[in-house]
């Protein structure tokens, strides 16, 4: 029986009288997954279902800040034209009267099932595991045995959420984000049938400087490598983590190296999936918990990022741009090689939905500080660059009007070249440094109309093998 007051159509009724009056909004981002109208969160169930990407997404509907979560839904043919599909999840139920929190979705006999966290303040223990099952990957019915997982194992503690689910030598694999004793840890459950579950025990937990609870964890292979990745709570200068090792025969992770996995302030709870391609592709959340989101005064806050390709090198994780992002790209704004004083390539913006390479040498460099930078006739200035007497790596907020304005400094030591890639899209920009060694997510909110691109080159100049900024098709 329906224990709440919140249900699918009563979600789908709602967005379809809003959702006009939120799409031509300033800050509405052309190529990105965002809320049609309301809050989102986490990417959940991220699965290729029939030839087909889907995304689903812990959503609120009917306000721009957080609330019960319903789970949002889009699908995708190639990454980047995301059609919006009804809403696949609303709590109903007693067991997740506060919310369907996030979870994952895998396709087994043929149909999709989602695997997701039912949560009730009021009960205890408060998180349990649910499924949901739907044989035209659109709606979805909620299992009769929910709560497939009704309590957290002694390893763990009432908080208990986040499972997801992955087949591997013959059976479904649960992990499951918790925390105990301010330790955070991944719990292992298995099952062969996804209804009945049977505890493992722990992966991996906290040597104690490693945050309190592991929301949102996620375990894959990726060749030799097991590579674990997790958003510890309160973990000092830290959101998102990975962790590469091998799993042993005792079912325990055993880390040979672990890092941040995007260094930008609004990245959080990333999930990954595999695609027909063999592609292991990766979406966060492109915000973050308690921050402006200036986006809410027009009625929805809250987007996801670009999908990003996941491979290994030399022990470290890398994301790179799939290959289906040239498709965006439309009129060549720029393009040039060579010396460039401080202030001299100024381009005029129809919008900020570019894509800018900057291949810079550093060797013939002799400014201290270069990059590019974004300004708007109201003086507002956005900044991306490197530092290097410091060998610093620079997003700089803090001459902006709207939003965070802070100023992001990545220790990264390099010699010869730095290579820029840096996609805008009207509200964000996703930076990647050489080819993925390091990647920067972050929201920008201009009041200003008019934006310029410039080159910035602190009292000198700045050698370019190659600038190429494009307008993007959208
Ligand atoms: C992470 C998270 C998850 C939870 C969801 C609730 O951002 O806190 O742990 O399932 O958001 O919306």
């Known amino acids: 029986m329906n ?13 379809k009288e809003k959702e006009e009056e939120v799409k031509n909004t300033k800050y509405r981002l052309g190529y990105h997954i965002a809320a049609p109208t309301g809050w989102i969160n986490d990417p959940n169930g991220l699965v290729f279902f029939r030839g087909e990407y889907h995304v689903f997404y812990q959503y609120y509907p009917y306000e721009a800040e957080w609330g019960p979560m319903h789970w949002g839904h889009a699908k995708s043919k190639d990454l980047i ?36 966290t039912g949560h009730n303040e009021e009960k205890n223990p408060k998180e349990v595991q649910c499924i949901a099952v739907s044989e035209d990957g659109i709606h979805f019915r909620k299992s009769e045995s929910n709560p497939v997982i009704p309590s957290p194992p002694e390893d763990g503690s009432e908080d208990f959420r986040d499972p997801k689910v992955s087949f ?8 499951v984000g918790s925390g105990k004793d301010g330790k955070g840890k991944v719990l292992t459950f298995t099952s ?9 025990g722990v992966l991996l937990e906290s040597d104690g400087e490693q945050g309190t609870m592991w929301e949102c ?13 997790f958003s510890p709570m309160e973990m000092e200068g830290s959101k998102t983590r990975y962790v590469i090792g091998k799993i042993d025969e005792q079912n325990k992770f055993n880390p040979i190296n672990n890092d941040e996995i995007d260094f930008g302030p609004d990245f959080y709870a990333p999930q990954t999936f595999e695609d027909n391609k063999g592609r292991r592709l990766l979406i966060s959340w492109m915000n973050m918990w308690k921050k402006e989101m200036p986006e809410k ?23 790179t741009v799939p290959e289906e992002f040239k498709e965006l790209r439309g009129n060549l704004l720029e393009n040039s090689k060579g010396i460039l004083q401080h202030d001299k390539m100024v381009k005029p913006l129809r919008n900020l939905c570019i894509e800018v390479h900057a291949n810079i040498s550093l060797k013939e460099t002799d400014a201290e500080v270069i990059g590019l930078e974004v300004v708007s006739e109201l003086e507002e200035r956005f900044f991306i660059g490197y530092n290097r007497s410091y060998g610093n790596l620079i997003v700089d907020r803090t001459k902006m009007k709207k939003g965070d304005k802070d100023k992001v400094e990545v220790q990264y030591k390099k010699d010869n070249n ?16 050489d080819e993925g060694e390091k990647v920067l ?21 700045t050698d370019y093998h190659d600038l190429k900024i494009w307008q993007l098709n959208i």
């Open 217 to 229: 964890p996620d375990l894959f292979t990726i060749g030799e490598y097991d590579v674990l990745i």
């Open 441 to 461: 997510s972050h929201r920008i909110y201009f009041a200003g109309e008019h934006l310029n691109i410039r080159n910035l080159s602190a009292n000198g100049m």
């Open 192 to 200: 062969q049938d996804l209804e009945t579950w049977h505890y493992e």
């Open 3 to 15: 224990t709440t007051t919140y249900s699918i159509e009563q979600a789908n009724r709602f967005i």
């Open 418 to 433: 730095i290579n820029f890639e840096m996609y805008f899209d009207t509200s964000s920009v996703e930076l990647f440094v």
């Open 81 to 116: 034209n995301w059609e919006a599909l009804p809403v696949a999840l609303a709590p109903e139920f007693d067991y997740e009267k506060g919310g369907c929190f996030s979870g994952s979705a895998v396709v087994f006999q043929d149909k999709l099932y989602l695997i997701y």
């Open 297 to 319: 005064e027009d009625g929805w806050a809250g987007a996801l990022t670009i999908p990003r390709e996941l491979s290994i090198k030399d022990q470290k994780l890398i994301m």
């Open 168 to 175: 591997r030598d013959g059976k479904w694999h649960m992990v």
